[in-house]
């Protein structure tokens, strides 16, 4: 476990807090965690089994579950490598997910919309005009953001260094439009940190200085999205859906430019975007009515 990244751990803790309260009634400590991992293999997998369904029987989303599950996992499979348990939940099986069911989002024009609501002549303006920016025209996810520093953008090459979603500790370069570099060095430029190991975007209240989260990107989203008068949830990775679709649009379908864009592992996830994009089921009934 010690090397996912600050993120994930966190959000494991919450899962495996969760887990003790509901098959225990109290929160995990040493003594605890030691009690269920000495547990015999039977015991513990039925343990288990029912805390899923438990979860099922919430009607939680699959991914919930499984991300639940995959907590539980995770600290066995840490205690098992180290000798602490001799066996694993390997056996149980995850929930099935059937991936980007929704890849909707909002078109440009509405994006057009959100744009115009930082005041620009303002910090907070500044820096959350130079997120909108990035976040629409390169598709990032809002961790991707969180982590980066003033050192990862080099606005001479205008490029940003980011640590992608599943790529471990290497950074890659992303290419950015001279709109967004200049939206970024406006408010670099404003802020004047001379210290390039810190966050590229940061909290301005009420402890100013601090990395902005990948939470605090989704509030500020949020907020621009319901100033702008726009109806449907907005998150950061609703503008990233929106941003893929819209390239699919610009581009004709070219799901392998678009890939360089948006960096899925696989081409299957763009088809995805584009079946849902060109309504492609829709297309097909419509095409059966017609031949009865």
Excluded at 251 to 267: I, N, T, W
Aim: charge should be positive.
């Amino acid at each position: 476990m010690g090397k996912r990244n600050k993120s994930t751990r966190h959000e494991y803790a919450k899962d495996l807090k969760n887990f003790f309260m509901t098959v225990c009634g109290q929160k995990p400590t040493p003594v605890l965690v030691a009690q269920f991992l000495q547990m015999d293999r039977f015991s513990a997998v039925t343990l288990v089994l029912r805390y899923k369904a438990t979860l099922v029987d919430r009607e939680l989303k699959e991914a919930t579950v499984n991300r639940r599950l995959a907590a539980i996992k995770a600290l066995v499979n840490y205690a098992y490598g180290v000798g602490k348990c001799d066996w694993t939940l390997a056996d149980i099986k995850c929930e099935k997910v059937k991936p980007y069911r929704d890849t909707t989002g909002i078109g440009p024009e509405a994006f057009k919309k959100m744009l115009a609501v930082p005041d620009r002549d303002t910090l907070k303006g500044k820096r959350d005009y130079a997120l909108l920016r990035l976040l629409w025209a390169n598709a990032l996810r809002r961790e991707e953001v969180s982590r980066c520093n003033i050192e990862d953008l080099d606005l001479e090459a205008r490029t940003l260094a980011i640590l992608g979603k599943g790529r471990g500790t290497q950074k890659e370069n992303i290419d950015l439009h001279h709109k967004t570099c200049a939206a970024l060095q406006d408010w670099l430029l404003a802020r004047s940190e001379l210290d390039i190991k810190q966050p590229l975007f940061i909290s301005l209240r009420p402890r100013y200085g601090h990395r902005l989260t990948g939470d605090g990107i989704r509030k500020i989203v949020v907020e621009i999205a319901s100033v702008a008068g726009i109806s449907k949830t907005i998150s950061p990775h609703k503008i990233r859906h929106s941003s893929v679709t819209a390239a699919l649009d610009a581009s004709k379908g070219d799901v392998r430019s678009v890939q360089k864009l948006s960096r899925h592992a696989s081409l299957n996830t763009l088809m995805i975007y584009d079946d849902n994009r060109t309504k492609a089921q829709g297309r097909i009934t419509a095409l059966l009515e017609d031949l009865v």
